[in-house]
Nanobody
Framework: QVQLVESGGGLVQPGGSLRLSCAAS????????MGWYRQAPGKERELVAR???????IYADSVKGRFTISTDNAKDTVYMQMNSLKPEDTAVYLC????????WGQGTQVTVSS
């Protein structure tokens, strides 16, 4: 079992930045894949970024150059630094992990608005 606890969402103006955190209940060394999806009202769930075996990183085209996913193995935490935020980034962001099966966090709201 893997429990995921997210934090760091909020309200930010266009062009601003936020950092999301996702703390795992076990060592992330043993977790195949971790990352973030987002779900906006009326839209399909979108895979934003993922990191595979702590090395391979893949981003959605919509966030390349603006978002950065990283890990802190000592804290068993995955981060996503989000810069140059746009109104279309507004969504609930969900942390996920794949370790024999999928696990999901509770989601954190990110709202980009002036």
């Amino acid at each position: 079992q893997v429990q995921l606890v997210e934090s760091g969402g909020g309200l930010v103006q266009p062009g601003g930045s936020l950092r999301l955190s996702c703390a795992a209940s076990k060592s992330i060394f043993s977790i195949n894949t971790m990352g973030w999806y987002r779900q906006a009202p009326g839209k399909e769930r979108e895979l934003v970024a993922r990191i595979i075996y702590g090395a391979t990183i893949i981003y959605a085209d919509s966030v390349k150059g603006r978002f950065t996913i990283s890990t802190d193995n000592a804290k068993d935490t995955v981060y996503m630094q989000m810069n140059s935020l746009k109104p279309e980034d507004t969504a609930v962001y969900l942390c996920f992990a794949i370790h024999l099966r999928e696990y999901w966090g509770q989601g954190t709201q990110v709202t980009v608005s002036s």
